[in-house]
């Protein structure tokens, strides 16, 4: 990407920046989440075994224990949540990961930029599959908008799931399957993210 600080470049920059920072707190709630299900009182020693977890291994670890921890309604507002960060991961992945370009030539002779460039595995039959998305500042914000839900959301599983932990730690008895004595947290409605 070149480092130019012209319009439409500074704008662009400047809503890559705001992604960036938002989606490394999704990331760390999924972490919280995670330590939170696993046993032991030790975080030090879980956080060194977790560590090198990317993001989708850690929500995949968090989904795998939300089945056999977890019950009832918060089992599904967690699998929900979970479900919804991996949404809000990919498209922040197809909007960090693509390669930039200041204009793409489309098929059609249409000229689009900045655009970025994904490369997708739709069907093994099919191969690789390029997709030019030209992505606007307020597309982008709008990922990171829909990042912002997630972490909100987070937040409240991430203290549900510390709530348990402790009372299991407290009393020295395996709780599981964890589950809500009354109705806890509400998921934010989401709005949608215009996704190209």
């Not at 919280?32 to 560590?51: C, F, K, S, Y």
């Not at 019950?71 to 929900?80: H, K, P």
Request: with cysteine.
């Amino acid at each position: 990407m070149p480092w130019s600080h012209t319009p439409p470049w500074s704008d662009i920059h400047s809503a890559l920046g705001r992604l960036v920072v938002t989606a490394a707190s999704v990331e760390e709630n999924v972490r919280h989440a995670l330590l939170n299900m696993l046993p032991g009182q030790d975080w030090r020693r879980t956080e060194v075994v977790i560590d090198g977890y990317t993001a989708g291994q850690m929500r995949e670890r968090c989904e795998r224990l939300a089945h056999v921890m977890l019950a009832g309604d918060l089992q599904a507002d967690v699998l929900a949540w979970l479900r919804h960060t991996s949404e809000a991961q990919s498209r922040r992945n197809d909007v960090m990961h693509g390669v930039w370009s200041s204009k793409v030539l489309l098929a059609d002779g249409v000229e689009v930029g900045p655009a970025a460039i994904t490369t997708r595995v739709r069907k093994p039959a099919k191969g690789l599959e390029r997709t030019f998305i030209p992505w606007t500042t307020e597309q982008i914000d709008a990922v990171t908008t829909e990042c912002n839900r997630v972490i909100l959301d987070g937040y409240h599983v991430v203290e549900e799931l510390q709530a348990f932990k402790l009372e299991e730690l407290r009393t020295g008895r395996d709780l599981a399957p964890w589950t809500r004595p009354a109705p806890g947290w509400t998921p934010l409605p989401r709005a949608p993210v215009d996704h190209i």
